[in-house]
């Protein structure tokens, strides 16, 4: 059975409003009555049994059980089981008109300060033409639009509150009181504290003579704000009618010489923001449609529901209802509309700005076309061979909802089944219907355990459809053959789900997969489960080890390599094993981004690097002609200096001997690293593969990085103490300097007060460097040995920090300004644990800015910014092409 109908649903009103009751008639067919879910009372204990002899205690009255459903007494009447819907809901919609409005005001204020020349010449071409206006003219359009900027709305909120939609009258009317108070705000803003291009294009100084006008019409902003958020959109003919009294008023206040063009556009969009922040911050009356509507619109449709009661929801928030008909078999209905089209729209506009397109799936403009896409989806697999859901009929549920009608099929979704019963055969029968799916190039999109149903124990049948494609490309048919070996592998492992794979598709379509078996391409849940199962089986691994060697089972190394196995991803694993079946399977991860996270924070930084620059720096301030050529010979020396100093610190923890040549190479290379990961990350990688390429064993090439970065910690915070001390015990009454390290010191204390006292932050760190130094302390003992060695190590780290600040003092004394040498040592020492903290490579941003506040309380801004410039070339921005060069060469000697 397959058919269409519409059922209308009146927007105002929480209660179903069927078609027939509109001409006054009763509607046809039998009452709903609806039937709310509460929660289960515990679970009363049994009374004890008496001793014998003992009278038997008296039981507690057992509380009264409702009803049955009234249509199991009286076929004409249906029941719904369904929890209580919020009665205001905080649509996502809302907040995505609300930032958009931010955003548009931001961008009124930046037009307005940049663009000044723009601005006054429009303002001048409007004065001049509105000369030829006639007066009378101007004075009846003022009038009319004065008295209609008030009608319009009281007429709304009357019609509003004869159709008893109090609610949102009352929602209009906060809207308009925060908006008027948004709109004094503005005003007190510009004219006190915004420039004057801002002051200017926003207000007049009128011919006549008298105060500047409004930047933000008082009036106009809460009568815009109030109709708003009563519900003006659903509402064409009010609408009409409010933006034509809109433009009346904002063009005889523009001929009248009242305002200006930015004025009006910054008066609306104050409205327009104000109203849709109050929407969703307080939620919308919800007009979301309930179970009754669902059993009116079946039965317009042709079916004959009987009860119906609401089951988990699928996939993207699509609600489910399971319906139970007087002649018919079961059906399964989904239920979609805006808000669940709105919702995780942030999310999407983020992967689609991050992934290729042929990566993600564009999402349906309208709920038409969404509805037309899952029924042509779910159509299209059944033709396609794939055991899935019949869709048997569709229907409108008015203009904000639409329903889809399958058949009902009994069965446990993967997730809800136990690890044994995942067997070969359900695997196989799931293989099967995606390969049918892929032969008519189509794609599911969402194979993970929630989609796949599991029926009679052995039948594997393909839900949730939604999201699938038609005319898939080859890249999207690998994604799902990748998402559904990740799925599989997650719950059984890799070996069992390559082999099943294998033995359905073929080894060509499992190796094609390969590429594609990186967390970016995958399910979010997906991408959670993957991290989660590694956190756990690394955590299990190390506990294990720590046991084993406790109870002298297993010698330390042997429990540092069962360690080292156990950080073995999953994707890596299975990767493994499709190489195992197809050698000639291709390696090279497939390229699904466009833009990466840190790509995106790289680009962040600069700009806000280059906008401190040009706006700290006056034009001719920053010159080579006027730096010291002699100091910046000196910083140039201390930061070559700087990474002898490094290599130092690194041979120091390492009880193999090291070729120092090289080992300053890598520490060079180094250099090109930082430009594609963080500073601390990216030098920790580098120097532990380093020393596996030396011959160190990869968990004690580990340790040995961990001891240096632990040891190079604690000389950090210790050398930040010790030289805060000596700026303290000099006082010589520079109270710029004191600042400086006063706000470098607390700013440490307060980083550190906040790891400790926020608890996920504080587990996080914890797991880190537990991580990261697990065997530090046996690399150590094994140290203490040769005690040259640990001078090494602690010279080295102690050597890093004296050149490191001597580049700096040196880079600032070559623009003319000066600084105690232990203030210099306190703000490099901040501004270093800042950038290494801030996930930038190289720190970039980070660092620059701290060293710039810093040091501007101390000397002016712009000696304080070249000098900071001039240290930033010579340590991270100078060192890239000697980086990459020795990098070149260790690659080339196999030393990297």
Known sequence: M?????????????????????????????????????????????????????????????????????????????????????????????????????????????????????????????????????????????????????????????????????????????????????????????????????????????????????????????????????????????????????????????????????????????????????????????????????????????????????????????????????????????????????????????????????????????????????????????????????????????????????????????????????????????????GALHDRRIAHRRLTGESLLVVDGARGVLVNLSGGDIAAGDLTLRIDVAQLLTTFALRIGPERAVAVANKVLGRDRVAAALPLLQPVGLSRQTRNDLAKQTKERRAAAQALALEQVAAGEKSQEQAEEDIAAAREDLLSRLRQQILEIAPEAPEAPAKLERLRPKTLITVVALAFAAYLAVTTIQPGQLKLSQMNWAWAAVALAAAAVTYIAAAMSLTGFVPEKLPFGRTVAAQLASSFVKLVAPAAIGGIALNTRYLQKQGVRPVQAVASVGASQLAGLAGHLLLLFLFGMITGSQGNGDLGSERAVIIGVLSAAVLALVVAAVAPLRRFLWTKLRALFFGVVPRMLDLMQTPSKLVTGFGGILLLTLTFTACLDASVRAFGGSMNYATVAVIFLTANAAGSAVPTPGGIGAIEGALIVAMSLGMPAATATSAVFLYRALTFWLPVLPGWIAYSYLQRKNAL
């Open 2 to 434: 397959t058919g269409t109908a519409d059922v209308d649903v009146d927007e105002g009103s929480v209660e179903p409003t069927p078609a027939a009751s509109a001409t006054g008639a009763e509607p046809a067919g039998p009452k709903v009555s609806l039937v709310k879910r509460t929660p289960r009372e515990p679970a009363r204990p049994e009374p004890a049994q008496p001793e014998p002899g003992q009278p038997e205690p008296e039981r507690p009255a057992e509380p009264k059980r409702p009803a049955p459903p009234a249509e199991e007494e009286d076929g004409e009447h249906l029941a719904v089981d369904e929890p209580l819907l919020a009665a205001r809901a905080h649509r996502p919609s809302d907040l995505i008109r609300f930032v958009a409005g931010l955003l548009g005001i931001i961008a009124l204020f930046v037009i307005a300060n940049i663009a000044t020349s723009t601005t006054s010449g429009i303002e001048t071409d409007i004065q001049t033409n509105v000369k030829h206006v006639t007066p009378w003219l101007t004075t009846l359009g003022s009038l009319v639009s004065s008295v209609a900027v008030l009608a319009v709305p009281v007429a709304f909120a009357f019609e509003r509150l004869i159709k008893r939609d109090g609610l949102r009258v009352a929602d209009g009317v906060l809207s308009a009181v925060l908006a008027y108070g948004v709109s004094l705000g503005v005003d007190w803003w510009v004219a006190e504290g915004a420039s004057q291009a801002i002051r200017g294009a926003f207000t007049r100084l009128p011919e006549g003579g008298g105060p500047l006008t409004e930047p933000v019409h008082g009036y106009l902003a809460p009568v815009i704000a109030f109709m708003t958020a009563v519900g003006l959109a659903s509402r064409p003919r009010w609408r009409v009618a409010l933006w034509s009294v809109v433009l009346l008023s904002g063009f005889t206040e523009l001929i009248s010489g009242y305002t200006t063009p930015l004025s009006l556009l910054l008066t609306v969009t104050i409205g327009w923001s104000v109203a849709y922040g109050t929407l969703y911050t307080i939620g919308s009356p919800n007009i979301r449609p309930t179970g009754q509507h669902l059993m009116l619109g079946l039965r317009r449709v042709g079916f004959t529901p009987r009860y119906a009661h609401r089951a988990a929801d699928a996939p993207g928030g699509t609600r489910r209802y399971v319906v139970n008909q007087q002649d018919g078999p079961a059906l399964d209905v989904h239920i979609i509309d805006r808000e669940q089209q709105a919702s995780g729209f942030f999310y999407r506009a983020w992967r689609r700005l991050r992934l290729r397109t042929v990566a993600i799936r564009r999402s349906p403009q309208s709920l038409r076309q969404a509805l037309e896409q899952e029924a042509l989806i779910a159509y299209a697999a059944t033709a396609a061979g794939a055991d899935a859901p019949q869709l048997v009929a569709t229907s409108e549920l008015g203009p904000d909802a639409a329903i889809l009608v399958y058949q009902k099929l009994e069965g446990r979704t993967l997730d809800e089944l136990g690890d044994e019963e995942i067997t070969d055969p359900v695997m196989a029968s799931f293989w099967t219907s995606v």
